[in-house]
């Protein structure tokens, strides 16, 4: 059985400059776990880090999370989920002040749910998706808003 997580993000990077080559940041959010999962939402935070491909809007982004909270299971607080993830996306910002963001790529997943008489661990490796916008503060900061779908098997 394939269930879904869902990944909402705020971001904040931090670059030598709006248009720069390398840039990296830290993100955080929620974790939105399907309802048929019988999983509350998980509380995330991760570092990612990219390049720019010149000044065609494209680049290439590595990116890694961990939760913070584990999602919690419904009918006993015991159990407890922690996702970890670590993704390579490329990448496209719209140009402009108040920009659009898009994402695509591989992302590896490891699964451990702890609480059970037997710790349950599962990964999975898959495509992820993603899209948002942003805003560049200034010529070294941006905020971005982003939501990131992210495939599991989870059986």
């Known amino acids: 059985m394939k269930n879904y997580f869902f990944l ?11 248009y720069a080559e390398l840039y990296f940041g830290v993100k955080g959010g929620q974790m939105l776990v399907d309802d048929a999962v019988s999983f509350d939402d ?16 494209l680049a290439i982004e590595g990116e890694l999370t ?17 996702i970890y993830t670590l993704a390579l996306y490329g990448v496209y910002r719209s140009a402009g002040r108040v920009y659009f ?5 591989l992302i590896y997943e490891f699964l451990n749910i702890s609480g059970f008489i037997f710790p349950l661990e599962g990964e999975d490796i898959g495509i992820s ?3 948002g916008g942003g805003f560049r503060i200034n ?15 989870i059986d």
């Open 8 to 18: 909402l993000i705020l971001t904040c990077s931090f670059v030598s400059s709006a």
């Open 42 to 57: 998980a509380t995330s935070a991760g570092i990612y880090g990219g390049g720019n491909i010149q000044d065609s809007g």
């Open 66 to 82: 961990a939760t913070l909270s584990a999602a919690e299971y419904k009918s006993n607080r015991d159990v407890k989920l922690d």
């Open 101 to 105: 963001k898009g994402k695509a790529g």
């Open 129 to 131: 998706l993603g899209f």
């Open 139 to 153: 010529d070294t900061m941006n905020l971005e808003l982003e939501y990131t779908l992210i495939e599991s098997d």
